[in-house]
């Protein structure tokens, strides 16, 4: 018998080409060239991630309150935000065509530190109401395990990620200042 993924491959692997292209071109994220395109949930995911991390992590190290919910669609072993290329499990294949990269991109299996992030958020905000010797201890711990998963941007623009898009934040306006953008 022939596993229902491996079914679900081969119905879609001989335009998965043209699929790709259609993908990238929607997204139209500059340098997507159409060779690869996010065909799954699980792509399109890894590619919000890799931009989404830079958002977190700003909110985090400014001391912005974070919203009350988070959606993602996975959270990998350790905690990790997916941010690579790279599928998080197997994958089928078949010989004429290939819906993903290969294993080994660069980068492939990358992963911010996404839960050890909101825990250090909830520690602090414990601390300013009860600070303890005990959340102290446990923030260290916490910043120790993002700083094994910092941030990470690189260029691979087939892929859609650029390490320096869309660019840093803006400056903060100076009080008593509006600033109007057309976003």
């Known amino acids: 018998a022939v596993p229902a993924r491996m079914l679900m491959h081969l119905g879609m692997g ?3 080409r043209g699929l790709n292209r259609k993908m990238a071109a929607k997204i139209n994220i500059r340098g997507m060239d159409g060779s690869w395109g996010p065909t799954s949930l699980e ?3 890894q590619l919000m991630n890799f931009y989404s991390q830079t958002l977190i992590e700003t909110m985090y190290t400014r001391g912005y309150m974070f919203p009350n919910a988070f959606y993602l669609d996975a959270v990998a072993p350790g905690g990790l935000m997916r941010t690579g290329v ?3 499990g197997p994958t089928p294949s078949c010989a004429c065509c290939h819906l993903r990269p290969p294993r080994g991109v660069l980068n492939g299996d990358a992963g ?3 839960v050890a992030t909101l825990m250090a958020v909830n520690i602090k905000t414990a601390q300013r109401r009860t600070p303890t010797p005990e959340c102290e201890s ?3 711990l916490v910043e120790m ?3 094994e998963h910092p941030v990470l941007r690189w260029h691979d623009p087939v892929h859609g990620r650029h390490e320096a ?3 840093p934040p803006a400056p903060r ?3 008593g200042t509006m600033r109007i953008s057309s976003c």
């Open 86 to 88: 790279d599928p998080a």
């Open 138 to 140: 446990l923030l260290k």
């Open 112 to 114: 911010y530190a996404y």
């Open 165 to 167: 898009w869309p660019g």
């Open 173 to 175: 306006p100076q009080s």
């Open 14 to 16: 001989c335009f998965a």
């Open 145 to 147: 395990q993002r700083a």
């Open 43 to 45: 792509d399109c995911g």
